[in-house]
């Protein structure tokens, strides 16, 4: 979705700004793994152990002989992958792609799916579900970004110097905030700010990249409907989770917006 948003209302490929997308990928996987190592290097010094709370359901354990190829595994993941790059010039291919894995993982997997009707219908009202709230969410946000008072923050915001990819950014980031959804905020993003850049000249395929990333910049917050429902699958309290998924998700993409200044400044994007 993060890419689909801004493919279809900017007219560019999945594809899009290829070396940013590489280049902000490789960066904020050596953030994550280092807080990954910091954060379990604090709990091994506090001697903390994993514990199942009281309470919490189990899953059934699969015998180690009915599970399927550790190659096989992949398989859906891989040809849900390749489609996309390959037909990424395609009207909706995500969806072409994502009709197909589901109907091989449904082949490959019968074995370890006893019920696929019922999965199959949880996952269908799961999208549903998830399709209403992104669809709230960019309405609410429509509705905030007309308003004559967030005109004027966005004017303000775009009189911060520097490169005219920064206030977008800014933009596109306060909006994740106040939607709680980095789909939601992609989509106002695209409306609302992405013609004015468009207008200075910015490449377009910079602009979708840019987007799609700052989208994340402030996904994370208390009332986030992802973290809410995290929380609640996990059995796990806000205050639980809140710091890391914090430091995780939006620090994360604030480092790879930084990575995204470095490459306009040094004629890369």
Do not use: C
Not at 82 to 110: E, R, T
Request: cysteine-free.
């Amino acid at each position: 979705m993060h890419n689909i948003v801004p493919s279809t209302g900017l007219g560019t490929p999945l594809t899009a700004a290829p070396l940013i997308g590489i280049l902000t990928s490789v960066a904020a996987i050596i953030f994550i793994l280092a807080f990954m190592k910091y954060s379990l290097a604090k709990s091994l010094r506090k001697n903390e152990t994993f514990q199942v709370k009281e309470g919490t359901e189990k899953a059934q354990a699969i015998p180690e002989d009915d599970l399927p190829p550790f190659l096989i595994s992949l398989l859906p993941i891989v040809v849900l992958l390749g489609i996309i790059l390959a037909f990424s010039s395609v009207d909706n291919i995500i969806i072409v792609a994502l009709i197909v894995a589901i109907i091989l993982s449904a082949i490959l997997f019968h074995k370890q799916i006893a019920y696929q009707k019922e999965v199959l219908n949880e996952g269908a009202t799961d999208s549903l579900s998830s399709t209403i709230t992104t669809g709230s969410t960019i309405a609410f946000g429509s509705i905030t970004t007309s308003v004559p008072a967030f005109t004027s923050v966005f004017k303000m915001i775009q009189s911060i110097p520097g490169p005219p990819i920064l206030p977008l950014m800014i933009g596109t980031g306060l909006i994740s905030g106040i939607t709680a959804s980095a789909v939601g905020a992609i989509g106002i993003s695209v409306q609302n700010f992405a013609p004015i850049y468009l207008d200075m000249g910015l490449d377009p395929e910079t602009v979708h990249r840019t987007i799609a990333i700052s989208s994340g910049a402030l996904a994370i917050v208390p009332y986030s409907g992802f973290l809410i429902i995290f929380n609640s699958l996990a059995g796990l309290s806000m205050k639980e989770t809140f710091k890391n998924a914090f430091i995780s998700i939006n620090v994360t993409h604030w480092l790879a917006l930084a990575v995204i200044v470095a490459m306009t400044l040094l004629g890369l994007a």
